[in-house]
């Protein structure tokens, strides 16, 4: 009998051992594309995990890190100072991409070649941030976004095993020239990001770094490999396309910041002309002006010193857009003319210089719409200060 019953327990024992393999190769993972949209939320593309159950009965979900809460308590405020905590989501496949279908939008699927311990470890590093205490995290468009927490979980999963193919880069590429690529359709939005971002993300990012965008993201899983498991193998075994849509024709609308602010350009260069040939100032152009760009100046100092934005921090866009312009406003608008106001004009050249010389040495980036602005100011700026208080002149 004892020896009839090891036998029944070595039955059991290697049906068992054969049957564990193939329990841990019951799921497909995949990373998820999504080609960028027609708004500003969604013009850089989406990424996101997608766990299938092999069978007929197995679940099909997919792990969205890309997703947040509209009722958060003071939501816009948290969202313009850079406390908006984002969320891990789980929905199933068919949802997914029923609302990518519905906007026209194309998917793509890389299915990858994990083992089957790196496919436990996955699964048990996602249900764990799934959790409620854990499923929200601290948003950052470059560091910390759908993208990189993907990223991350497969590192997390795969460990030193997992290899970036970071040998050969075509281009260097700074992250406000990643980000250009996507919003340059959108020139209205391209502007308000240079405004907004500071110089840090003047800097060239490395491979990895450019992972915070989805398409980058995919083509690093495409050159990435496994070693130290097994045989070295790519990271990709196969790739699909889920959805697929014609590419739809992109052009820059006829009132783009380029137009409208070469019109002001030469609007300011026809006031300053005639009022010289009159011996006038036309101060009410420089109130508008001046009080456009010190509420900018407002923001630009709001996102640098009041938020927790990463990459708003050391914005040279402040020596332009200024928020002491309003004092000139109100100077300007004195009845009697005080000593500071033809000295701030001065200043506000200075600076204005000052900006242009930031950007030719590339210590930051800006716009390429704001040229006409700056030759505004610094005509402007000049105009009055050696005029501001003639006895020949009028102010308007």
């Given at each position: 009998?004892?020896?009839?019953?090891?036998?029944?327990?070595?039955?059991?024992?290697?049906?068992?051992?054969?049957?564990?393999?193939?329990?841990?190769?019951?799921?497909?993972?995949?990373?998820?594309?999504?080609?960028?949209?027609?708004?500003?939320?969604?013009?850089?593309?989406?990424?996101?995990?997608?766990?299938?159950?092999?069978?007929?009965?197995?679940?099909?979900?997919?792990?969205?890190?890309?997703?947040?809460?509209?009722?958060?308590?003071?939501?816009?405020?948290?969202?313009?100072?850079?406390?908006?905590?984002?969320?891990?989501?789980?929905?199933?496949?068919?949802?997914?991409?029923?609302?990518?279908?519905?906007?026209?939008?194309?998917?793509?699927?890389?299915?990858?070649?994990?083992?089957?311990?790196?496919i436990d470890y996955l699964l048990q590093h996602?249900?764990?941030?799934?959790?409620?205490?854990?499923?929200?995290?601290?948003?950052?468009?470059?560091?910390?976004?759908?993208?990189?927490?993907?990223?991350?979980?497969?590192?997390?999963?795969?460990?030193?095993?997992?290899?970036?193919?970071?040998?050969?880069?075509?281009?260097?590429?700074?992250?406000?020239?990643?980000?250009?690529?996507?919003?340059?359709?959108?020139?209205?939005?391209?502007?308000?990001?240079?405004?907004?971002?500071?110089?840090?993300?003047?800097?060239?990012?490395?491979?990895?770094?450019?992972?915070?965008?989805?398409?980058?993201?995919?083509?690093?899983?495409?050159?990435?490999?496994?070693?130290?498991?097994?045989?070295?193998?790519?990271?990709?075994?196969?790739?699909?396309?889920?959805?697929?849509?014609?590419?739809?024709?992109?052009?820059?609308?006829?009132?783009?910041?380029?137009?409208?602010?070469?019109?002001?350009?030469?609007?300011?260069?026809?006031?300053?002309?005639?009022?010289?040939?009159?011996?006038?100032?036309?101060?009410?152009?420089?109130?508008?002006?001046?009080?456009?760009?010190?509420?900018?100046?407002?923001?630009?100092?709001?996102?640098?010193?009041?938020?927790?934005?990463?990459?708003?921090?050391?914005?040279?866009?402040?020596?332009?857009?200024?928020?002491?312009?309003?004092?000139?406003?109100?100077?300007?608008?004195?009845?009697?003319?005080?000593?500071?106001?033809?000295?701030?004009?001065?200043?506000?050249?200075?600076?204005?210089?000052?900006?242009?010389?930031?950007?030719?040495?590339?210590?930051?980036?800006?716009?390429?719409?704001?040229?006409?602005?700056?030759?505004?100011?610094?005509?402007r700026t000049n105009y009055l200060y050696y005029?501001?208080?003639?006895?020949?002149?009028?102010?308007?």
């Open positions: 009998m004892a020896i009839k019953n090891k036998i029944v327990y070595l039955f059991f024992f290697l049906i068992f051992m054969g049957l564990a393999p193939a329990k841990a190769q019951v799921y497909e993972i995949s990373l998820l594309t999504c080609e960028p949209g027609d708004q500003l939320y969604s013009s850089f593309g989406h990424s996101a995990i997608r766990v299938r159950e092999i069978g007929s009965e197995g679940q099909d979900l997919v792990f969205n890190f890309g997703t947040f809460d509209f009722q958060t308590p003071n939501f816009y405020g948290k969202f313009a100072t850079g406390k908006l905590d984002y969320m891990l989501s789980v929905t199933t496949y068919a949802d997914f991409i029923l609302e990518y279908d519905y906007y026209k939008r194309d998917v793509r699927e890389q299915v990858l070649a994990l083992s089957s311990d790196q996602l249900w764990a941030q799934y959790d409620p205490a854990r499923r929200f995290y601290r948003y950052d468009f470059f560091f910390n976004n759908c993208a990189t927490k993907i990223r991350d979980a497969f590192e997390i999963a795969i460990g030193d095993a997992l290899v970036w193919d970071d040998s050969v880069k075509v281009e260097e590429k700074t992250f406000r020239t990643l980000i250009d690529e996507y919003v340059y359709p959108l020139p209205w939005a391209d502007l308000g990001i240079d405004l907004a971002l500071g110089s840090v993300i003047d800097r060239d990012a490395t491979e990895r770094e450019e992972q915070f965008l989805p398409d980058y993201m995919e083509a690093a899983f495409a050159k990435a490999t496994i070693q130290g498991d097994g045989p070295s193998r790519p990271l990709v075994r196969e790739s699909r396309v889920i959805l697929e849509y014609p590419e739809k024709e992109s052009s820059m609308d006829f009132l783009n910041p380029y137009v409208i602010f070469w019109g002001v350009a030469v609007l300011f260069t026809l006031i300053t002309f005639i009022g010289y040939k009159r011996k006038r100032l036309f101060i009410g152009f420089d109130l508008g002006l001046f009080s456009i760009l010190g509420v900018l100046g407002i923001v630009v100092a709001f996102l640098w010193f009041l938020t927790d934005h990463s990459a708003t921090k050391w914005n040279w866009n402040i020596l332009w857009a200024f928020p002491g312009h309003l004092a000139l406003v109100w100077g300007l608008t004195r009845k009697e003319l005080q000593p500071w106001v033809r000295k701030y004009l001065l200043f506000a050249l200075i600076m204005a210089d000052a900006a242009v010389v930031f950007w030719i040495l590339g210590w930051q980036s800006l716009h390429p719409s704001l040229i006409p602005i700056l030759l505004v100011i610094i005509l005029n501001l208080g003639g006895k020949s002149l009028k102010a308007a």
